[in-house]
């Protein structure tokens, strides 16, 4: 906890852009779990529907393709990189803030500490206490928040589709897990 204490003021200017970073994210990992929902509508209410005709049940499913392929083709491609791209941004940016400071700190040093250290020893420390950070930022706080998300995304498609088969799931997935 100590250390999310030390790292949360390079966190804390970035906020917004983590925030819309994870906004974009849920977007992002949202779009495939659509599929399920629009199949079952397809399967459970339009193939099934008897008041249709063949040609109308056609026209839907074009209508329902189509409008999945844009979704896929040409929304998904475009929310992923500006994903990737402010999420490579905000990482940026704090280890910039991170490392300005670590090079601040290592100015105000005394010549003794210098002449007790190894170089290569501080060099090392320097580079890879940044670059422990840099995965922090990039796997902790993105990831964990969006798996999160998409764990709960799909319990509530699970939901809406069946909510019994989805107790049935939660009561088996615990007695699994306990065991």
């Known amino acids: 906890m100590k250390s999310w204490r030390i790292y949360y003021p390079f966190v804390k200017p970035y906020m917004k852009w983590i925030i819309l970073t994870l906004i974009i994210g849920m977007i992002k990992f ?36 189509g409008g999945t392929l844009a979704l896929f083709v040409i929304v998904r491609g475009p929310v992923e990189y500006l994903r990737q791209y402010f999420a490579q941004f905000i990482t940026s940016r704090i280890l910039f803030d991170m490392r300005n400071r670590l090079y601040a700190h290592l100015q105000r040093l005394s010549l003794r500490y210098y002449q007790n250290t190894k170089v290569g020893e501080g060099i090392s420390r320097f580079i890879n206490d940044v670059e422990q950070s840099k995965n922090l930022v990039e796997v902790g706080m993105m990831n964990i928040w969006l798996d999160m998300f998409t764990l709960l995304f799909v319990l509530v498609i699970m939901f809406f589709m069946n909510g019994a088969y989805l107790g049935f799931n939660c009561r088996t997935s615990l007695v699994w897990a306990c065991c």
């Open 30 to 65: 949202g779009i495939p779990l659509l599929l399920p929902m629009i199949m079952k509508y397809v399967v459970d209410d339009l193939l099934i529907d008897q008041t249709l005709s063949i040609e109308q049940k056609i026209e839907q499913l074009m209508w329902i393709l």
